[in-house]
């Protein structure tokens, strides 16, 4: 006896039945039972497929989640990311684009940092304070410009890492920040590669113009909380989940107007310092 199949009458008792309508029938709902298993697997196999699909999202998830780590550095969260494996006497290289759109995605380095993890080097990129996905902050160390600030944060990066000797990649203002970084903690760097620096009075007036006029003026004369609506500080703090992007729009407006001014005057200090020849590294240069 099976479940889905309906007790015969006895013919004898009931009067005359054709057995091949009654074969037929049974064969007709063993045809229908089977469809329905058939369509309950069918349906069981893409529930299955829908959740290896999420896990495997989540799985990705929760590796960029792993490669994008944060540290606390000199009181600001800094995003960094290391990949390769850590490899006795094999530095670690460390790439510090310029701009501002944070080192982790800046693209002109991505196929560098690729061929470098392949060659079998650890390599360390990061996101300056105020830039990609790092948080907001101008409170400078008392007398430091950006390039002195980043350089102390990357040494402490570093410390907290355990990463001794590296290899600095600077590319424009990351080439001044590897730059003072060498002067303020010599020995410490095992060699450091310059690429497109810029520097002197012509970059001074420009970048410093580029960069902060906009903001400063809005700042003047709206106030801090109007500064959102310069196009450089719109697109970064639509960057990250939304308490994120909340947490860096408090950090912005709560940024004191002293504060930015004196970065932008310190800035043009810092870049005019780096008086170099135009075109003179156009090229990867290594100094060791």
């Not at 529930?47 to 780590?69: N, P, S, V």
């Not at 996905?133 to 040494?155: F, V």
């Amino acid at each position: 006896w099976l479940p889905w199949v309906p007790q015969i009458p006895d013919p004898g008792r009931s009067g005359t039945r054709d057995p091949r309508f009654t074969l037929d029938t049974l064969v007709g709902m063993a045809e229908g039972e089977t469809r329905r298993l058939v369509d309950r697997q069918k349906n069981a196999l893409g529930k299955l497929e829908r959740l290896w699909e999420r896990l495997g999202g989540l799985l990705r998830r929760i590796a960029l989640e792993r490669d994008h780590c944060y540290a606390t550095i000199n009181g600001v969260r800094l995003r960094y990311r290391l990949r390769g494996e850590e490899k006795e006497n094999c530095p670690c290289v460390v790439i510090t684009p310029g701009g501002r759109a944070g080192g982790i995605d800046f693209p002109s380095f991505k196929k560098l940092e690729i061929e470098l993890v392949r060659a079998g080097f650890l390599v360390l990129t990061w996101d300056r304070r105020n830039c990609g996905l790092s948080e907001i902050n101008y409170d400078y160390r008392e007398g430091y410009a950006r390039p002195q600030q980043d350089a102390q944060d990357l040494h402490e990066l570093l410390c907290t890492l355990n990463i001794l000797k590296p290899i600095l990649v600077g590319q424009s203002a990351g080439g001044r920040m590897t730059l003072a970084y060498c002067q303020m903690f010599p020995n410490e760097a095992k060699g450091i590669i310059l690429k497109n620096m810029t520097g002197g009075n012509y970059a001074a007036k420009n970048l410093t113009k580029q960069y902060f006029s906009g903001a400063l003026a809005i700042a003047k004369s709206k106030g801090m909380t109007y500064i959102e609506q310069e196009p450089f500080y719109y697109k970064l703090l639509s960057k990250g989940s939304k308490e994120y992007c909340e947490l860096r729009r408090r950090q912005l407006y709560f940024t004191k107007f002293r504060n930015s001014t004196n970065s932008y005057r310190m800035y043009t200090y810092s870049v005019e310092r780096y008086k170099i020849r135009r075109n003179s590294f156009t090229e990867l240069q290594i100094r060791c």
